[in-house]
């Protein structure tokens, strides 16, 4: 193990850094591994409709194509929709395939005044619920807009996906030169320092992610690279974990208090992937106002019902965390829940409880206040918690804008009092940050007002981890050198802050990967950009932390197990392996690193040939004759260390 400082490898970046400056910083290092294919296009001229038809199945619309005077030449028309929700939808289900990007891009055009939407849809296998929700969405006074390259991606386990058009009401709509093709595909940067080693010795460092966004092989090997947590971005929120048939079965059998939760395939796309990558997880969130049906709050589980009394809830509350303590630790007993955010988000800014309210009708307030009258629920949330808890969970309670002195003061006094009773283990800071407020060129908050409210909560002698962290830039203002370098300053004042404070500190969680997938994707706030290329905040993040640099992976070739037949025992055939077998190097350089896996994943998704040796080489689990997906996986895991030997998946 070497010990170094960042500064040093730094040096070459900066070197690279002059150079990328007089370059979109976006495209410094990207390496395309494959550029965007063309799966579908039209522009109507042919009057071809087959590959649309109107969504829902009770709708009057009619589709066909017209001149139009504006866009002079023809366009697909659609008329007479009873919905604003209704509109030209194309079926994927035999087109795209999960774990890879799209782009659609199409124009549209309202009839009058509306917001045009490009959205998704499908529906998870073994459900009859749809999910949907909108890509992009333009405003149009009635004129044509034109939506570029929205990008999106399609989970495994799902069917009836659509990508749909559609507006606000149901005024007439026109969409022409429609096109669906695959991203671009990037690598990750190999040569950078993995952020969980540069902070190995402080706290893990993790990243939040959902589904949808964990399906890109690059966004994957990011995560392996840089990030030893994993916290589901929503995928074990009450609204996925709950399950309002079986719920209201168990009502309808005389029990009120009977919650049934289940894990959907969202949410075990993720856990997966932590299982089989041995990453530890934050779960996210047991007890919230959001994200949770307000049918959970009301009698016999549906949202017309009255308000249940305190005492129904409760119980339900202790069979939900219990539920969802149970589920997990059955399915997934291998995966390390670290910690759990208990409650989310349940004081507001002036430190008082939220107003009573379901979620369904106003998105701030609460219906856990509602039933209990005030934030009382709070100590029953994290006493059942630390009832059904896995041993070694250690519990949070997790909120925004925690650096308002109003709600520092609530929770610090709640979180104190939580602690005498040993209820609670850590504070949860989300840090939604903004390097330029709304509207003005300043922070919210000043990196110094963030610090000090740090230094009060590590104070409180309680565990602290920074669970949600990004930092936005303006809205609506183009990302320039000099906002990169200001979002670097910025991010590099927060850190230091954090760092400061180490000894308190558990985990730093990013709330996403690349900032195209962000929740505030228009304001750029993570450390990578869409193409995978760590920006300036990245490396003034890591700039001067000194760290040790796990060892050069050394390509080792497999040795022959002592059961394998000698190699003149069998006959040859082409995957035999060669006495100049390196398991690894696909590319035969004469060692295994992340080209290798670049090679082979090039050879699997776009056919690209691999030398016979090649070939062999790739194929690390010695299964069938030829490499596959899992050995791309495998030599990856090699690659960053997550396995030494081949011998290990042989
Ligand atoms: C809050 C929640 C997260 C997430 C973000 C927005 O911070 O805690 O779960 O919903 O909002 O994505």
Known sequence: MKKQTIRRILAAVTALGTVAAAMPAATVNAELVEDAKVVYETDFEDGDTSHFAPRGEDDTSVLKVEEDADAGSKVMTITERSEGWNGPAMQLDDICEPGVKYMVSVKAKAKWYNSIKVSLQYTADGSDQPSYGNLKAIQSQGEWVSFEDVKFSIPAGVHDVFVYVEGDDKADLAIDDFSLKTAPVYGIEEDIPGLKNVYADYFKIGTAVTEGELAPKSTQQLILKHFNSLTPGNELKPENMLDQKACQAEAADGDNTQ???????????????????????????????????????????????????????????????????????????????????????????????????????????????????????????????????????????????????????????????????????????????????????????????????????????????????????????????????????????????????????????????????????????????????????????????????????????????????????????????????????????????????????????????????????????????????TDALNILKFVVEIISDFAEVQ
């Not at 009394?309 to 995966?335: H, S």
């Not at 997790?398 to 009773?421: C, H, P, R, S």
């Not at 809205?475 to 910025?490: I, N």
């Open 259 to 629: 919650v049934v939760v289940s894990l959907k395939s969202n949410a075990r796309s993720i856990l997966n992937f932590a299982r089989d990558n041995h990453i530890p997880v934050r779960g996210h969130t047991l007890v919230w106002h959001s994200q949770t049906p307000g049918w959970f709050f009301k009698e016999d589980y549906t949202l017309e019902g009255d308000w249940v009394d305190e005492d129904t809830m409760r119980k339900r509350m202790e069979n939900y965390i219990k539920g969802v303590m149970e589920v997990i630790a059955e399915e997934y007993p291998d995966v390390e829940f670290y910690a759990w955010d208990v409650v989310n988000e349940a004081w507001t800014d002036g430190g008082a409880p939220r107003d009573g309210g379901t979620y369904d009708e106003d998105r701030e307030s609460s219906g856990w206040v509602k039933v209990y009258g005030d934030n009382s629920f709070i100590k029953d949330a994290f006493t059942f918690a630390r009832k059904y808890a896995p041993k070694g969970c250690k519990l949070y309670y997790n909120d925004f804008n925690e650096y308002i002195q109003g709600k520092t003061e609530a929770v610090i006094k709640m979180a104190t009092e939580l602690k005498e009773e040993g209820l609670i283990d850590g504070i949860g800071l989300q840090s939604h940050l903004n390097v330029m407020n709304y509207g003005s060129e300043e922070p919210f908050p000043m990196a110094v007002h963030y610090g000090s409210a740090l230094d009060k909560y590590c104070q409180t002698g309680l565990d602290i981890q920074i669970t949600e962290l990004d930092a936005t830039l303006a809205q609506d203002m183009p990302v320039t050198d000099a906002l990169l370098e200001l979002q670097a300053k910025y991010y590099s004042d927060i850190m230091d802050a954090i760092v400061r404070n180490k000894d308190s500190i558990s985990a730093v969680v990013f709330w996403g990967t690349t900032d195209d997938q962000s929740w505030r994707a228009w304001g750029s706030p993570l450390l990578f950009d869409e193409q995978y290329v760590a920006k300036p905040c990245f490396h003034s993040i890591i700039d001067g932390i000194e760290y040790t640099e796990p060892e050069p992976t050394e390509p080792k070739p497999t040795e022959p197990k002592p059961t394998d037949p000698k190699p003149t025992d069998l006959a040859p055939s082409e995957t035999d392996p060669l006495p100049g077998t390196m398991y690894g190097d696909v590319d035969e350089s004469g060692k295994v690193d992340i080209l290798d896996v670049i090679t082979l994943n090039k050879s699997l998704m776009v056919g690209e040939k691999l030398t016979a040796q090649g070939k062999i080489n790739a194929n690390v689990d010695c299964k069938g004759d030829n490499p596959d997906e």
